[in-house]
């Protein structure tokens, strides 16, 4: 999803919470475009072999193959070897598209990814006292309860909101924390998890409350719950924090859900500088078998920028 920036300027960053030392951290990274088993990566592979790891494209990467119905997308996903999903958009479709996706991902044996459970990307929410934040929190939390049923979703993304700029740290930290705690209790019942996605301050998100995996580890686990955890989106992290492979061990106990998309540009790996060979490669030697969402563009237009996304993902899955 290419989310929209709804606060600019330099002003909006002074005092934000999660931004110290961000900058310092420097991104030890290497150009997946050095890698030479990316030159050609069907001669090792044959075409819809399931990958080593659960890739989860969206709709609309495909459609030039597929067209635009969902299911036949979600079809093209499985025979090319996919075994997961996921759609930032899915509490919007109508109930009756809910059901009909989620029908096709039992008969096709695809893994439900993440769905947006709540973000603003315009005013603080999270950060608020209970007394002003719940009403709003609760019928977000029940509304993605209702529709993970329909497609059998594990998680939901939860982006906490903006920060205040003139209202201390720490109690905006306290009310995020007992706000997940009153969100958690809607969700463990119904075994949904709450994934929250630090977004990077620099390039897209400034004036978010949550921008580094290492603060979204100090959330959970002050929540404590098994509802509420981490979803680590790699381009934004890169940007963000760097360290990557560091940052994912640190945080593994908490960390139920990884995205990615190459930094700069936001597209599939291979043409960025983040060398997904070698965090996939670490990430399957962890036993990780959970979902990585495809949550980038394509580098090139119509059905060549399609097929160049499946060569990546092939190159970036050749690992031993």
């Known amino acids: 999803m290419?989310?929209?920036?709804?606060?600019?300027?330099?002003?909006a960053l002074t005092g934000a919470p999660w931004l110290l030392g961000a900058a310092a951290q420097p991104?030890?990274?290497?150009?997946?475009?050095q890698d030479p088993s990316a030159q050609d990566p069907s001669a090792t592979r044959a075409q819809g072999q399931r990958f080593k790891l659960h890739y989860a494209p969206h709709l609309g990467m495909f459609r030039h193959h597929?067209?635009?119905?969902?299911?036949d997308q979600l079809r093209f996903m499985a025979d090319e070897g996919f075994s997961a999903f996921e759609d930032n958009g899915m509490p919007g479709?109508?109930?009756?598209?809910q059901e009909r996706i989620g029908a096709a991902l039992a008969d096709l044996g695809l893994k439900m990814g993440v769905f947006v459970a709540h973000a603003d990307f315009g005013k603080p929410t999270f950060v608020l006292p209970p007394e002003q934040a719940r009403e709003r929190i609760e019928a977000d939390m029940r509304r993605a309860v209702e529709v993970a049923a329909r497609v059998q979703a594990r998680w939901c993304?939860?982006?906490?909101g903006c920060f205040q700029n003139k209202v201390p740290l720490a109690y905006q930290t306290a009310n995020v924390i007992d706000n997940l705690r009153f969100a958690a209790e809607i969700l463990e019942p119904a075994g949904l998890v709450a994934v929250l996605e630090p977004l990077n301050p620099w390039v897209d998100h400034p004036g978010l409350f949550l921008a580094g995996v290492p603060e979204a580890y100090l959330l959970c686990r002050a929540?404590?719950?098994p509802s509420v955890k981490i979803l680590n989106d790699l381009y934004h992290q890169q940007i963000a924090v760097g360290h990557l492979i560091r940052n994912l061990d640190a945080a593994w106990s908490e960390t139920a859900y990884i995205q990615v998309g190459d930094n700069p540009g936001r597209n599939e790996p291979?043409?960025?500088e983040i060398h997904y060979r070698n965090v996939f490669r670490h990430l399957h030697a962890r036993g990780f078998d959970g979902v990585i969402g495809m949550e980038h563009g394509n580098a090139l237009p119509g059905k060549e920028g399609e097929?160049?996304?499946i060569d990546a993902y092939v190159a970036a899955d050749s690992f031993e």
């Open 27 to 33: 991104a030890a990274s290497i150009p997946s475009k």
């Open 270 to 272: 291979g043409t960025g």
């Open 66 to 71: 597929a067209g635009g119905d969902a299911v």
């Open 2 to 11: 290419h989310r929209r920036e709804l606060l600019k300027g330099g002003a």
């Open 307 to 309: 097929r160049a996304v």
């Open 157 to 160: 993304t939860v982006v906490p």
């Open 93 to 97: 479709r109508s109930v009756a598209e």
């Open 223 to 225: 929540v404590n719950s």
